[in-house]
């Protein structure tokens, strides 16, 4: 599966949009992004993937560069409950070959 | 519908007793993942199940881990001989198909070995 790579910390202010990089420049044409969200303390809570289109649902959007070397995940408004660290992740699936790196602590500020 | 359960929550064991973590997946789902997450670390992929059934185990220690997942009853997590490296956050997901399928998670169990 393919490397990728995201920022370690990031903050954001409640009300505006939060619009978290990753990118994965190795990833092959099978390979579909995911992100997760792991609020502290809790398991693991999916939010959205794509593989060549945007995708958009009642969490998130998910740009997806054309070359599909990086993608931007984004929460329109986020509120302090999206206080999270987020995990992108590039995988052709079978579910259990989801690696979870490091991710991106986002921290939304009132 | 329920999530994903997991029990017990907390977990405290002496070094060398057994620990015995509990996964209940969501109702419909017969696919089963293990994860462990160590302090400040990311998750870890430990093993996938299906019902009675093995699939992947790549991520297990050779040692002291085991897991199963029988045709009745929730999956099981199962650590002998528990050493202080084995605490962790355990995390158990679930999903209804195997490939390209988002993953339900549970609150974990943390392990405590003293």
């Known amino acids: 599966d393919a490397k990728t790579t995201q920022p370690p910390s990031m903050d954001c202010a409640e009300g505006r949009a939060a619009n978290l990089p990753c990118n994965h420049s190795?990833?092959?044409?099978?390979?579909?992004v995911y992100w997760y969200r792991q609020i502290h303390s809790q398991g693991p809570q999916y939010i959205i993937h794509?593989?060549?289109n945007n995708e958009t649902n009642e969490m998130a959007s998910l740009i997806i560069t054309e070359d599909r070397k990086s993608s931007t995940l984004i929460l329109p408004h986020a509120t302090l409950r999206d206080t999270a660290v987020y995990y992108c992740?590039?995988?052709?699936?079978?579910?259990?070959?989801?690696?979870f790196g490091k991710g991106t602590k986002l921290t939304v500020n009132p | 519908n329920a999530g994903v359960m997991q029990n017990p929550r907390h977990l405290v064991r002496r070094r060398g007793q057994e620990a015995r973590l509990r996964c209940s997946p969501m109702?419909?789902?017969?696919?089963v993942y293990w994860y462990r997450q160590l302090p400040e670390e990311g998750l870890k992929f430990m093993v996938y199940?299906?019902?009675?059934?093995?699939?992947?185990e790549s991520g297990m220690p050779k040692e002291r881990f085991s897991a199963e997942f029988p045709k009745e009853g929730p999956s099981i997590l199962r650590i002998q001989q528990v050493v202080r490296g084995d605490s962790a956050a355990y995390f158990c997901?679930?999903?209804?198909?195997?490939?390209?399928?988002?993953?339900?998670f549970g609150s974990g169990t943390q392990l405590s070995v003293l």
């Open positions: 794509g593989l060549k």
């Open positions: 109702k419909g789902h017969s696919h």
């Open positions: 992740i590039a995988s052709q699936g079978g579910s259990e070959k989801l690696v």
């Open positions: 199940l299906q019902k009675e059934n093995i699939i992947d």
């Open positions: 190795t990833i092959s044409g099978n390979e579909y």
């Open positions: 997901a679930s999903s209804q198909q195997r490939t390209n399928e988002k993953l339900f």
